[in-house]
């Protein structure tokens, strides 16, 4: 299985990594705007990769099986678009895109190519989440009726995170899609019928006006509520929780600790601030990364759709305008939404209802 991959950033060169590790697979072709970059994931963890110039000639190359998009959010529609249009399946990595009408038009495009688009999202395949979905479908706890996922961090890591064209949101959109596919799996896949969300800045106001802490309650058909908490504002390192109770018990799951080796340096050590920190021994592993891309290679082999495919992805889309629409309006807003039409970025909705 020959790979192409599209951005030369902190995804792709997770991608790159995992890749690796899947049997059968090879990472052939890299583009990136930064071709230093490109040529570094190359050195790190591609060496039979070659770097292509241009994203159509990377995305339309005979020898690729399979194009991973890893770019800025507001880049997932074109160049997703671009790769499916030259008969390629792709991996999208999370949120699916900027805004809910670009979502929309890249699964139209699969459609319309009869190709398969994928949505990353690993957190539905870190294997203590999974565990924790697996246990909760064969009735572990009873009938579940209320979760909560928070995932939480200082910020990120490049400064397009923090601009609305780019991204589409703050910490909503770029870590609350996690909570939202998770909490929907563990209810069981029940489509979301009411968002209500309080978005706030406290700690990057003078970087960006995109939000920084977002607290999203969701409330699921046929019963059952779900608390997603996400932000840019945790001080100490990563949180990363899911916890869902059902009638007959608990299960909770934590990401971010507990792997075993504890660390404590006066030094910033892999990008970790001095103090208390927990290395983990197989970050990539304990995050899902080369699990999710091993199934999407599986079904890619079987022409299946997968576990998590480009409707999933814009179904989170969905969830995630309706919190932001909630915030600017400050009330619940109702599910379904109606058809998108208009092309704004997520938060727009919040900073503009």
Sequence with gaps: MRIAILG?????????????????????????????????IVADAAPAARVERSCEAAAAAPDVDLVSVCLPNAMHEPFACTALAAGKDVVCEKPLAHSR???????AAARAASRRLYYAEECLFA????????????GA?????????????????????????????????DMGCHGIALLGRVMGGRPVVRVFADLRTYV???????????????????????????AWTQKGGMESRLEVHGRDGLVAADLAKGYGVTLVSDREVEGRAPGLSRPAVAWAFENGYPQELAHFVAAHRAGAP????GEDGLAVLEVMEAAYRSAGLGRPVELPLEPASE??????????P
């Excluded at 090879?26 to 230093?36: C, G, L």
């Design 8 to 40: 030369a950033g902190w995804a792709g060169r997770v991608h790159a990594r995992a890749y690796a590790e899947v049997p059968g697979c090879e990472v052939v072709v890299i583009w990136s705007r930064d071709e230093a970059r490109a040529q570094a």
């Design 204 to 230: 990057h106001g003078a970087r960006t006006s995109l939000e920084d802490h977002a607290l999203v309650h969701l409330v699921f058909e046929g019963g059952g509520t779900a608390l997603s908490e996400s």
């Design 343 to 352: 092309d704004r970025p997520l938060a727009d909705h919040w900073l503009r």
């Design 306 to 309: 997968g576990e998590s495919t």
């Design 141 to 173: 706890v009873g009938e579940p009726f209320f979760a909560r996922q928070e995932e939480k961090h200082k910020g990120p890591y490049a400064d397009w995170f923090f601009r609305l064209e780019h991204a589409g949101g703050g910490a909503l959109a």
């Design 127 to 138: 294997p203590r989440y999974a565990r924790v979905v697996a246990l909760v479908g064969a």
């Design 101 to 107: 009408a670009a979502g929309a038009r890249m699964v």
